[in-house]
């Protein structure tokens, strides 16, 4: 395993983040505790990201990590919105992230995860007008000076990366996580790049685009996998076949391969968070990110041809 810094914050992580979304749904479960987890951790990754609202995955997480020997992993989490109605559509901070809220979650996972301290706390959603309605900000300082958070960090609403650029460059907040893959490569032309000045971590979400970039899926496979279920099929796979030829097996000896190195040959990009069910996966995720950043001329070429400006998340209720 490989591992970056995340910012400047003294925190090294390996590069990829075990992303825990799923984790209750692993097939691998064994009495509650996740075997793929715990192969994670056996071969170095070294973070593990979930939140309050990922169904059962702190209390996953917590027991698996009693069944771990060997040293305890870094742990983000999100925070729990109190306005889910309006996940998409902003509005006042309060009505999202009061002080009391704020709180409430993070004693929640405290409890839920069985630990003193949460590594790395973030704002679960991202309205620009935040970047001005600080008392969020205030009271995760507080949590910090309490010795109940870590690292305070946001995550970028869908694809909205930009909205993260004014709070970036102030340099208060330790970590953003965002979109960024095969197809949504704009996060490299101006948030990562403000990310490496400020020192801020970043975690990479979505680099396999919620399965879509993992395999050329059937047309009828779509409808299966929530975050794709708007997406036009024709075009999804006209673009992937694309990228199929383009690049594999020259590049990357698979599609995912392809993908997640294709975010890592960012240096901004601290960790790429991958939900990872069976042992299969764990490996196979292991042995694509050793293989190491894609030759840069491979990289401005996908940048170039294959950025597709889309957001099918506008579509979910």
């Known amino acids: 395993m490989k591992y970056r810094p995340y910012g400047k914050s003294g925190l090294v992580v390996s590069e990829i983040a075990f992303g825990a ?26 973070l593990i990201d979930t939140a309050r609202i990922y169904p059962e995955s702190e209390a996953v997480i917590a027991r698996t990590l009693k069944d771990w020997v060997g040293p305890r992993p870094a742990i983000s989490t999100k925070l729990a919105s109190a306005n889910r109605s309006g996940f998409r559509f902003g509005g006042p901070v309060e009505q999202f992230y009061s002080p009391s809220d704020i709180t409430s979650s993070v004693d929640r996972s405290l409890t839920t995860l069985g630990v003193e301290r949460l590594d790395i706390v973030h704002l679960h959603q991202w309205h620009y007008r935040w970047t001005h309605e600080l008392v969020w900000l205030e009271t995760l300082e507080r949590l910090r000076n309490e010795g109940k958070v870590g690292l305070i960090a946001v995550s970028a609403q869908d694809h909205e990366h930009d909205s993260l650029l004014e709070l970036v460059g102030s340099g208060r907040i330790d970590g953003v996580q965002t979109i960024v893959n095969l197809f949504e490569s704009r996060p490299m032309n101006a948030l990562l790049p403000a990310a490496a ?25 779509f409808g299966s996998i929530p975050f794709l279920k708007n997406a036009p099929t024709a075009e999804y796979r006209r673009r992937v076949k694309e990228l199929l030829v383009g690049f594999v097996p020259e590049q990357a000896p698979s599609l995912a391969e392809l993908a997640m190195r294709f975010v ?7 960790c790429i968070a991958l939900g990872m069910a069976g042992k299969e996966q764990v490996n196979a995720a292991i042995a694509a990110v050793e293989a190491g950043p894609l030759p840069a001329a491979c990289v401005e070429d996908i940048r170039r041809e294959h950025v597709w400006t889309k957001n099918f998340y506008e579509l979910l209720q």
Do not use: F, H, K
């Not at 000045?197 to 496979?221: F, H, N, P, Q």
């Open 264 to 270: 890592l040959s960012d240096s901004a990009v601290s």
């Open 197 to 221: 000045r400020a020192g801020t971590g970043v975690i990479a979400r979505c680099v396999l685009d919620s399965g879509g970039l993992a395999r050329l899926l059937g047309e009828d496979e």
């Open 21 to 46: 979304m799923a984790i209750a749904g692993d097939p691998d479960l064994q009495a509650g505790v996740s075997r793929s987890l715990l192969l994670a951790l056996e071969n170095g990754i070294n």
